[in-house]
C-alpha cells in the first residue's frame, strides 16, 4: 500500500516481523524495524523522501561510498514513557550535526524537513517497536553515503540519505577497563575527527581488538601530536573526577562535540557540581590515580549513555578505580534518563514529542 | 553461461556493451568493461570467486561499509602492446599492499590466489576492452569493503572483495597548479594514512574544492603537527628537484608507500640522478623557488603517472615553476612508461604479462 502525504511517500509492508523479536533480549543495533526512510539526491537535488520496508539497497560496484569513503551518519535514540508516549532527545542537535558533518565530507546538506518529518513519520508508524524494558529503547541510525557512480578521487554526484530503527539493548555489558593509547591516533589536526564520518570509526578497530586482546574493553585516544593528552573512548566522549571536580576536555576539530556530553556539563551545573573544560593530561590522570584524587572516569554518548570506568591501563600498568556509592556518572545518569524516559521535569526543554 | 575452473567462477555478459564506447575519448574511471570479479568472505572463510556480468551489488542499509567507513582499495593498470599483448606493473606489489591495508582496517587478509588468479582471468576474459589509444590504458580497481550488517562499532562479520575494469585516458587533462595546505590534513601519527583506507580520500574532498575554487587543481599536504613538510598530493607522492638532486620525502604511518614513487626513485638512480630521501620543508621549497634553483616539481602516482606540477601557492602567494626542455619528470615518466607498455627492456623485472 503505498500513501503520499505532504511531500513524503509512504510505502507499508505487507509482512511485519515485529512478532519474531524477543523485546526482554534485544541486542544493540542487530535488530531493525519494519520500515526505513530512503530520499536521494540527484540532478543537484533532493529527491522526495519515501519510507519503505526495511530491505536491501542496490549500488553500483563503483558507488564512491565503497571507495572513497564519503559517508556520515547520526546516532539518536528514542523513548518510551509508561503512557506510551514517544520521546526525542535533543534532535535539532543531531540534524545540525548531521550537516556540520556532511560539509566536511564535501556532501550535500540535508533539508531539516526531509530529516525531521521523515524521522517523525517513521517513528509514528514502527512505535510498536520502541521497547520498554528498563535501558532499553530504539536507537536511530539516520546515515548519509555516496552513491554516485566513479573511480575519480572527487565528491560524487548522487548521494543517499537514509534512516533505519534498531529496538536495542545496552552497548556495553558492564563496566569498562580502558587503556590510554600512546601509539595509534583516531584523528588529525585539520582532520575529520569532529565529524560523524564512517572513516573515523574504520580506524579504531584495529587498535581497539589489540587493546581487547589485551583484556580491555576500550581505547581512550590521545592527541596525536603528543599523545600527552586524552580526547575521547570510541564513540564516547570522556569525562574524569578528580576530588570533587569533574572534568572534560575542549572539544576541537579532532572531537566530536557529544551531545551527551553537553547535557552532562549542564545537568551537572545544575546539581552544583563544579566542572572544568580544559585539557586533561595523561601524567595528571596518573598523579591522581596514585594520590587517591582520582575518583571517577566515564565515558559518554547516546548509544553507551554514561558508561562508568572502573580500571585503565597505561604502559602496562593498570589503575583501578574505588567503588562509591554516590558516583556522579549514577547521579548524572539518572538525572539524564529521567528527562529522556519522560520521568522526571525537564527544565532545560530537552525532550520533543514525537506526535 | 556459466563455467567454473579450478576456484573460479566465471558467468558471461549475454550483453557486451564494448560497441558503445568511444575508444578514443576515454574519460578517467567512469567506463566500466562487461565483468567484475566478486568474492565473499562468510562464516570466517572467502567463499569461491566469481567473475559475473558487471552490475550492481546489493547491500543490507545496515552494512557497515555505510557506517563505520570498513573499505581499502588498490589502483593498478593493464597495458597492451603493440602487439596486443597485455601487462601489468609489479602487481604484487599492489597484492601486499592491499592486505597492509586490510590488516589496519581490521579486515580479513584476501588470499593471493583469489586476487592474482582473478584479477588475470578477468583481464583475459575483458581484454578487447584494453585500450591502445596513447596514454590511455586499463584502470583496474580492486577494492574490498564490510558487507555484513550491524550497528556496532567494531569490525563486519562479513566482507566483499571485487575488481572492476575502467578503459581510461588521463587522470589531470594538463600541468597542475598546486596549493600547500596548512590548514587541513589528510592524516594523523598513528593514523591510517600508510593504508588505502576510503576514509582518507573522501577526508581530501572538501579541503580540495577550497582549492579548487581559489584556482589550484590539487592540494599538497603537509604534516598535521607543524604543517612544516610537504607529505603528499591527493593521490600521488610527491617529488621535488633542487638544482640537479630529485628529492622525495620518506614514508610513514602518514604516507602512501607509492609503487610509483619508488620506481621513479630506482629509475632515476639507474639513470645517474641523485636523489634524496629525507623530509622536505615548506621553508626550503620557497627559498629555492625563490634563488632560482627549484627546477621541478612533480606527483607521482598509478592513476596520474607523472604529473608535472607548474606552480605552487602557499600562503596567497604563487610561485612559478621553469619550463625546462628536458625535464626529470619527462625522462622518468617515459622510462616507466616504456617499460610499462613493453617498449623497452625491463631491466628491473617489473612486468607481468597476463596470459
Ligand atoms: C567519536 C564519538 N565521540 C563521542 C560521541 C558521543 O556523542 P553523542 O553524545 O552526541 O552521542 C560519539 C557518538 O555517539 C562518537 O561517535
Ligand atoms: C594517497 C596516495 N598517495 C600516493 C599514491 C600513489 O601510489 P601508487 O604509485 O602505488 O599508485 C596513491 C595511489 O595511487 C595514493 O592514493
Given at each position: ?10 510505502e ?75 520521546f ?55 546515515f ?40 595509534y ?75 551527551t ?8 551545573k ?38 562508568p ?43 520533543v514529542?514525537?506526535?
Open positions: 500500500m503505498e500513501t503520499a502525504s505532504k511531500d513524503l511517500i509512504i507499508k509492508t505487507a509482512n511485519s516481523k515485529i512478532a519474531q523479536v524477543d523485546f526482554d533480549n534485544l541486542p544493540f543495533g542487530k535488530v531493525y524495524s519494519d520500515h526505513m526512510l530512503v530520499c536521494e539526491y540527484k540532478n543537484g537535488a533532493w529527491q522526495t523522501p519515501k519510507i519503505q520496508p526495511f530491505g536491501p539497497l542496490s549500488l553500483d560496484p563503483t558507488a564512491k561510498v565503497f571507495h572513497y569513503g564519503q559517508s556520515i551518519f547520526e546516532g539518536m535514540k528514542a523513548y518510551k514513557d509508561e503512557n506510551g508516549k514517544v526525542l532527545f535533543r534532535p535539532e542537535e543531531n540534524y545540525k550535526r548531521f550537516n556540520i558533518s556532511s560539509e566536511r565530507l564535501a556532501m550535500p546538506a540535508v533539508p531539516e524537513e526531509v530529516f525531521m518529518n521523515g524521522l517523525n513519520e517513521l517513528l509514528k508508524l514502527d512505535s510498536d517497536w520502541i521497547p520498554t524494558t528498563p535501558g532499553s529503547s530504539m536507537y536511530i541510525r539516520p548519509g553515503f555516496a552513491s554516485g557512480s566513479g573511480l575519480h578521487a572527487s565528491p560524487a554526484d548522487e548521494y543517499t540519505f537514509a534512516i533505519v530503527l534498531a529496538p536495542s539493548g545496552s552497548y556495553f555489558a558492564g563496566k569498562v577497563k580502558v587503556k590510554i593509547e600512546e601509539r591516533s583516531r584523528s588529525a589536526n585539520g582532520g575529520v575527527g569532529f565529524a560523524k564520518a564512517g572513516g573515523n570509526y574504520a580506524g579504531q578497530f584495529y587498535p581497539t581488538q589489540l587493546a581487547v586482546d589485551e583484556g580491555y574493553q576500550q581505547v581512550i585516544w590521545t592527541d596525536d601530536t603528543s599523545h600527552e593528552y586524552i580526547e575521547e573512548a570510541g564513540a564516547m566522549n570522556v569525562f574524569v573526577r578528580i576530588n570533587d571536580t569533574l572534568l572534560t576536555c575542549p572539544t576541537s576539530d579532532r572531537i566530536l562535540d557529544g551531545i556530553r553537553k547535557s552532562i556539563l549542564d545537568i551537572a545544575a546539581e552544583g557540581i563544579a566542572t572544568e573544560v580544559r585539557k586533561i593530561s595523561v601524567k595528571e590522570i596518573i598523579e591522581a590515580a596514585e594520590n587517591g584524587s582520582l575518583k571517577e572516569m566515564f565515558g559518554a554518548g547516546t548509544a553507551a549513555v554514561v558508561s570506568i572502573n580500571a585503565f591501563g597505561f604502559r602496562g600498568t593498570d589503575y583501578d578505580l574505588p567503588e562509591l556509592n554516590d558516583s556522579y556518572a549514577n547521579r548524572l545518569k539518572k538525572r539524564m534518563t529521567d528527562i529522556q524516559y519522560n520521568k522526571s521535569e525537564d527544565p532545560f526543554g530537552w525532550r514529542e514525537v506526535k
